[in-house]
Every structure is written in C-alpha cells, then in structure tokens.
C-alpha cells in the first residue's frame, strides 16, 4: 500500500539548483527510513542521501556539501535540495523506504539533466 511520487526535475545549467520532492502515503516519513537514489545512463543505481526515523542525515561523498535530505511530517513528504549542480549529477532519482519487513518501495523516478 506504500505510495512514492516524486516531482521537481529538470533541465539546469551547472552552478543551478533544483528540489525534489517525495510525496509519500502508506508510510509515515516521520517515523520510516527515507532515501534518495539516483540512476545514470550506463551506471549502477546510487545512494545519495538517507534520513533515519531519528532524523539523522548521510551522503554520499559527491554530493555532501551540495545536498540536503529533508521531511515534512506535517506534509509527510521528503525533500532532496540540490545546490551547485554538476553534469555528472544528471540521472533519474527515485525516493526510496526499506525495512527489513517491508522490503523496499520505490517512487517512478524524476529526471534531472544537468547541461555544462
């Protein structure tokens, strides 16, 4: 019953920033794991950012400093604030939860392209 819906890519010139958003039902982001992966053309899906039920934040090495993971219990969605965007940030980015009961939901993916 976990729906994932992901809105908020684009087009952008490098330097450019971009939020995403993750609009979750079934699932309280407040209370469950929430993640950021991305996908490029050619390449293996990637972690790049993770917010735990106690609100603790990780990145990957190439976006820390640049990205941010945060939710909105209220609204119970997550967001992926995304500054400085380089092309090699260009792929789709899926909002994700896991738990070793549930296994993992998925959203359908938002495309970020990123132009030099």
């Known amino acids: 019953q976990v729906q994932l819906v992901e809105t908020g890519g684009g087009l952008v010139q490098a330097g450019g920033s971009l939020r995403l958003s993750c609009a979750a039902s079934?699932?309280?982001?407040?209370?469950?794991?929430m993640n950021w992966y991305r996908q490029a053309p050619g390449k293996q899906r990637e972690l790049v950012a993770a917010?735990?039920?106690?609100?603790?934040?990780n990145y990957a090495d190439s976006v820390k400093g640049r990205f941010t993971i945060s939710r909105d219990n209220v609204r119970n969605t997550v967001y992926l604030q995304m500054n400085n965007l380089k092309p090699e940030d260009t792929a789709v980015y899926y909002c994700?939860?896991?738990?070793?009961?549930?296994?993992?939901?998925w959203g359908q993916g938002t495309q970020v392209t990123v132009s030099s």
């Open positions: 917010i735990t039920s106690g609100g603790s934040t």
């Open positions: 079934g699932i309280y982001v407040g209370f469950d794991p």
């Open positions: 994700n939860s896991y738990t070793p009961v549930r296994g993992a939901s």
